[in-house]
């Protein structure tokens, strides 16, 4: 794959669309297929959000997404992509991510589902690790076409970069995005990667001053 189109697939691709890059190298994801089920509480003690139809995504609420809040690690090959979502707040939900390859950072990426009358919006725009950005124009966005219980779909009305993204929760700890690439040439591409949460670390104790007040 030549640099410019790892560059448009990053760009199309970069957060929780699955940080594919240089694919020729890559091997094939592997990724268990979702289960349908009834609603449950996630580790962070987050509820599921309800059951939501295809055909009214319109319904649904940035509380059916609050099952994301928290850290997330997934690998493609020698790449490791992390995120950190943030949890539903004053009608949207922010989150960050960044794909790392050895002691080189390729992307990161800030992301924001956002509560509208007729739906949900996804918006996100690249940086380097210097906060340049990458797009050149205003924030790529998708809008959330279907909820299906624990499936998401998102589409591009715009272009194909990409052309959909869809999240699909395995369980309280584990989900899968996958995202259809749709050039204006070439091949269209179909990308998946699974995401694991990861546990919070504690915070450490200070060993000085503050440690122990002085009695006055």
Avoid: C
Wanted: glycine share 6%; proline share 7%.
């Amino acid at each position: 794959m030549h640099a410019k189109d790892v560059s448009k697939t990053i760009l199309a691709v970069g957060l929780v669309f699955a940080p594919l890059t240089l694919r020729a190298r890559s091997p094939q994801a592997s990724h268990p297929q979702a289960s349908s089920g009834s609603s449950a509480t996630n580790s962070t003690g987050n509820a599921t959000a309800p059951n939501l139809t295809p055909s009214d995504p319109a319904a649904a609420e940035l509380t059916n997404f609050a099952w994301l809040e928290g850290r997330w690690r997934g690998e493609w090959g020698p790449r490791v992509a992390e995120q950190i979502w943030l949890s539903p707040k004053a009608g949207a939900m922010e989150g960050m991510f960044r794909l790392v390859e050895a002691d080189k950072t390729l992307v990161i990426e800030f992301y924001t589902l956002v509560q509208k009358p007729n739906g949900i919006s996804f918006y996100f725009r690249h940086f380097t690790p210097s906060l340049a950005p990458w797009e050149k124009t205003d924030a790529t966005f998708l809008n959330l076409a279907t909820a299906e219980n624990k499936k998401f779909t998102f589409e591009n009305s715009v272009n194909g970069l990409p052309k959909s993204a869809t999240l699909t929760r395995i369980d309280q700890d584990t989900y899968v995005s996958r995202s259809e690439i749709v050039p204006e040439k070439g091949d269209s591409q179909i990308v998946e990667i699974t995401y694991k949460r990861q546990p919070v670390s504690a915070p450490a104790v200070s060993g000085g001053s503050g440690a122990h007040q002085k009695k006055p």
